[in-house]
Structure formats: structure tokens, C-alpha cells
């Protein structure tokens, strides 16, 4: 029988990234939303795979009931993103991408290639025929371009690697978007199943809503926690955004706040994450274009 598992998800321990001139928090999931999402889904594996941590992964451990819990990393390298899948401690960031990989094959994990073709994130692009990875992320759900997919399936089928398929999840409600398939229900099972090349990929691309949904629930944590810096100078939260909100100026956090409070009158929302699509989508069309000489 078939299991199901999401290779690619974070929390709040994802950092900050950087849209245009401003740094805004990767995610503000807490991990234990997003265990309850995967089990809501039916998954019976849960990697969680925050950038450059796995603190997301060790908290989610902890709130799991009916679905197993990977501790996982996405980590920034000198080439672009790998996941580092079945990990006990941080890989470092910025080695090769040929250093992070053994790195994690000798914590007895496995790695893969996530987005490898994205426009709009650290992808490995065509390196990653070259090198010593498990498996090659081929359906990301996050990525709603589509071209990014196509790219990566294409150049991808033939490669003796295993195919794999996850949300790239920055929200609850996109858990289990994108989803690898491997016989047998276990985690231990689907660490074979990369190993041995037999992974299947399936889901759906996460729809504009949800995509508003999270930009909004982002925003309005955000609110929150410079609100709550500005009554007490105790930071409780202990992730990378509040520490970065704590350390704002008065008159920034005002502004800030002035201006996430802009973004949340409609149709301010809908209208910027629907810009914000079709820009990545251009994107990476002319990246499609460009790779397949067009």
C-alpha cells in the first residue's frame, strides 16, 4: 500500500527572505499548526524542512499523533537550496552544494534537490544531473508558475534519481499540496524508497487564495508582534522576525505598522499576492525559454 508524505514544508523557524527592499519572515506557521495540517490531510510522513534550521522539525516532533515527523533542512548553499532529509543536527550554510550533500549522507540522510529550475529561488539548476543527490524535487505546489515543474520533469525523468513531489508549504493550509507516493506507510520506508529510486509525486498547485490567505496571516502576525515590542521589551517569541522586529526603532515599527495595516484593507491583499504571481510567473516563462532555447 501506498504512503504518503510532504518533503517540503516550513514554520516559523524559516527566517527572514527578502521580497524587493524589504525582509519579511519566511513563514509564521508554528509547528505544531502544521502537524495538525498534515494529520487534517491524511499524510502519514511530515518533513519539515526550515531554511538553514531544524529546530521546526525537532519542535513538530513533539505535537505528532497520527503522522511521523522528519526533521529536515533546507539549506542555502554556494550553488543553491538542498533538502537535507532525516537529519540530528544544522547542516552549515553556504559550502557547495557537493560538501552540504556529503555532509548529510554522513548524518545517514538523504538529500534532495528542491525548485531546481525555480526563477525566483536558489535552484541548482542543471548541477543537479552531476552530483550525488537521493532525489530531485519535480512538482513543488508553491511554484504555481508551472514552467518551473515542467522544466524540472523534463530534464529530470531520465536521470536515475528519485522523482519527488512536496507543498514547499509557508502555511498550514498548504500542507500537503505537493505530496511523494512510496510503498509503505513508515518514515523509515520512505527514506528507502528515495534510497532505492522508488518515489512517486502527485498534488495540486496551491491556489491564489491560499496564497492571499498566507500573506495575510503573515502580515497579521507581524501586527502583533510589533505591537506587543512596543508595550514590553521581553521578546517571547525567540524566532529570527521578532528578534528583527525587537531591534526596529520606534518611529519604524509605527511606519511598519502604519503600513501593514494598508496592506490589509481589500483589496490591497488580493491585488499584490496576484502581482506578485504573475511577476514570478514571467519569470519563469523566459527561464523556460531561455533553457529550452526559445
Known amino acids: 500500500m501506498n504512503g504518503k508524505a510532504d518533503l517540503h514544508t516550513h514554520t516559523k523557524y524559516s527566517g527572514l527572505s527578502k521580497v524587493l527592499f524589504l525582509q519579511i519572515p519566511d513563514s509564521v ?17 511530515l518533513c519539515v524542512t526550515d531554511h538553514n534550521s531544524i529546530r521546526g ?4 516532533g513533539k505535537h505528532a499523533r497520527s503522522v511521523e515527523v522528519v526533521v529536515g533542512e533546507e539549506v542555502m548553499t554556494a550553488d543553491g537550496e538542498v533538502l ?7 547542516v552549515p550554510r553556504g559550502l557547495s552544494a557537493e560538501e552540504t550533500i556529503d555532509i548529510i549522507h554522513g548524518m545517514g540522510g538523504v538529500a534532495i534537490a528542491p525548485h531546481p529550475f525555480s526563477a525566483h ?13 537521493d532525489g530531485i524535487e519535480v512538482f513543488n505546489a508553491f511554484h504555481r508558475d508551472r514552467y518551473s515543474n515542467d522544466l524540472a520533469l523534463s530534464k529530470c525523468s531520465g536521470s536515475g534519481k528519485a522523482l519527488t513531489g512536496g507543498s514547499d508549504a509557508h502555511a498550514p493550509m498548504m500542507v500537503g499540496d505537493g505530496f511523494t507516493t512510496f510503498e509503505g506507510r513508515t518514515a523509515e520506508e520512505l527514506r528507502k524508497a528515495i534510497v532505492g529510486r522508488r518515489t512517486g509525486f502527485g ?6 487564495r491560499n496564497v492571499v490567505w498566507m500573506t495575510t496571516l503573515l502580515v497579521l502576525k507581524v501586527q502583533r508582534v510589533i505591537a506587543r515590542s512596543m508595550v514590553t521589551g521581553t521578546n517571547r517569541e525567540d524566532t529570527e522576525y521578532s528578534d528583527a522586529i ?21 483589496p490591497t491583499a488580493f491585488v499584490a499576492s496576484v502581482i506578485g504571481d504573475r511577476l514570478n510567473t514571467s519569470k519563469s516563462r523566459t527561464n523556460w525559454l531561455r533553457l529550452n532555447g526559445e
Open 203 to 208: 498534488g495540486e498547485y496551491t491556489t491564489i
Open 246 to 266: 525587537y531591534d526596529m526603532r520606534r518611529a519604524t515599527k509605527l511606519i511598519s505598522l502604519g503600513a501593514s495595516f494598508m496592506f490589509l484593507l481589500p
Open 84 to 90: 537535507g532529509l532525516f537529519l540530528n543536527e544544522n
Open 57 to 60: 522539525g525537532l519542535e513538530a
Open 29 to 45: 506557521s508554528e509547528p505544531r499548526d502544521v502537524v495538525r495540517a498534515a494529520e487534517a490531510k491524511k499524510l502519514d510522513v
Open 121 to 133: 529561488c536558489a535552484a541548482l539548476g542543471d548541477k543537479v544531473l552531476s552530483i550525488d543527490l
